[in-house]
C-alpha cells in the first residue's frame, strides 16, 4: 500500500506560478496529477512514467505546467506557470502499478487527499 501527501496549494493571483509536490510512502510506478473544481468532475491534467523520460499533458496546461519527479527522494511535482482563474480546482496526484503513463482516472491505484489551489483574477 502506498500512501500519497500533497503539499504546495495556495492562492496565487493571475499570472503568477505555484508548485505542488507529491510525497509517497514508498516507490511508485507511474503517476499523475488530477484535479477537480466545484461543480465539476475530476479531470486529468498530466502524467509521468516511472524513469521521467515520458510526459503528457492535457491541452488546457500544456506548455504551462511541467510535471518531474525525483525517484530518489520518492516525489513528484507539478510546476504551474501563467495560471489563471479557470486552474482554481483541488489537485491530486495518484500513482498506478503500472510503469507506463495513463491520463484516466479510473487507472490509477493510489490517491493521496488533494490540495486546494485558487488563482485570483
Known amino acids: 500500500q502506498v500512501q500519497l501527501v500533497e503539499s504546495g496549494g495556495g492562492l496565487v493571483q493571475a499570472g503568477g506560478s505555484l508548485s505542488l509536490s507529491c510525497a509517497a510512502s514508498g516507490r511508485t510506478n507511474a503517476m499523475g496529477w488530477f484535479r477537480q473544481a466545484p461543480g465539476k468532475e475530476r479531470e486529468f491534467v498530466g502524467t509521468i512514467s516511472w524513469g521521467g523520460a515520458y510526459t503528457y499533458y492535457a491541452d488546457s496546461v500544456k506548455g504551462r505546467f511541467t510535471i518531474s519527479r525525483d525517484n530518489a527522494k520518492n516525489t513528484m511535482y507539478l510546476q504551474m506557470n501563467s495560471l489563471k482563474p479557470e486552474d482554481t480546482a483541488v489537485y491530486y496526484c495518484?500513482?498506478?502499478?503500472?510503469?507506463?503513463?495513463?491520463?484516466?482516472?479510473?487507472?490509477?491505484?493510489?490517491w493521496g487527499q488533494g490540495t486546494q489551489v485558487t488563482v485570483s483574477s
Open positions: 495518484a500513482a498506478r502499478h503500472s510503469n507506463v503513463a495513463a491520463t484516466q482516472a479510473r487507472e490509477y491505484d493510489y
